[in-house]
Every structure is written in C-alpha cells, then in structure tokens.
C-alpha cells in the first residue's frame, strides 16, 4: 500500500488548489480515503474523506463549503481541491487510508494506518 500526495505550493488568499494523492498496491473501490492537514506543532486533523465503494463524503464543520474531495482524472487518484484559501490553511497535508475502513465518516474519526508523504501548502500574500 502506497499513497502520495502532491500538487502543493505557495498560493495567495482567496486563491484556490487542487491536491492529488496518487494510490498504488490496492484499488479504489471499497477504502475510503481521507485528507489531513498538520502544522507545527499540533496534531494532524482530518479535512475530507471519500468513501471509494460509494462516492460518500465526509467533511468535519470547519472546512465545509471550501473543500471537496473526489476521485482524480487519473486512475487511482483522489483529488482535494481548496478553494477560498486563508493562511489558516497553510500546512501539511496527507492523505491515507485504512484497506478495511470503507466509511468516510469512520476514517476522518479516526487514525489511518497507511499514509502518503505530505505535501506542503503555504498561504501567504
């Protein structure tokens, strides 16, 4: 099982992006697949999960409406896409999964044995 995400970078407020994260050993068609963003310092927090067996999202409160998840272009990818970007956004963001959880709302509530690589979001005018 491997993931990783990419697609981060330096991006101005209000401005928008899109991340990619690339799965491979495994198919998408039944774990979910969550989204996660760490600062220095604090604990990585969960921002959007897909239920890839049904398409089921999840989002917890403080990102709804600026974030959507869904399955990439590419085959075996799930994209997050951030719009109206604050540098409250600025961070580390995973993605992971957990081959036997296929509930997006479970895998945001919980911690994801399998993980990608992070990729780097800055916000900042």
């Known amino acids: 099982v491997q993931l990783q995400a990419f697609g981060g970078g330096l991006v101005q407020p209000g401005g928008s992006l899109t991340l990619s994260c690339a799965a491979s050993?495994?198919?998408?068609?039944?774990?979910?697949i969550g989204w996660f963003r760490q600062v220095p310092g604090k604990e990585r927090v969960a921002v959007a999960c897909?239920?890839?067996?049904?398409?089921?999202?999840y989002y917890p409160d403080f990102v709804k409406g600026r974030f959507t998840v869904s399955r990439g272009k590419a085959k075996n990818t799930v994209d997050l896409r951030i719009d109206n970007l604050t540098p409250e956004d600025t961070g580390v963001y995973y993605c992971?999964?957990?081959?036997?959880?296929?509930?997006?709302?479970?895998?945001?509530?919980?911690?994801?044995?399998?993980w990608g690589q992070g990729t780097l979001v800055t916000v900042s005018s």
């Open positions: 992971a999964t957990d081959l036997g959880q296929a509930s997006s709302y479970a895998l945001c509530h919980d911690r994801p044995p399998n």
């Open positions: 050993g495994f198919t998408l068609n039944r774990p979910a």
């Open positions: 897909l239920s890839t067996n049904n398409d089921i999202t």
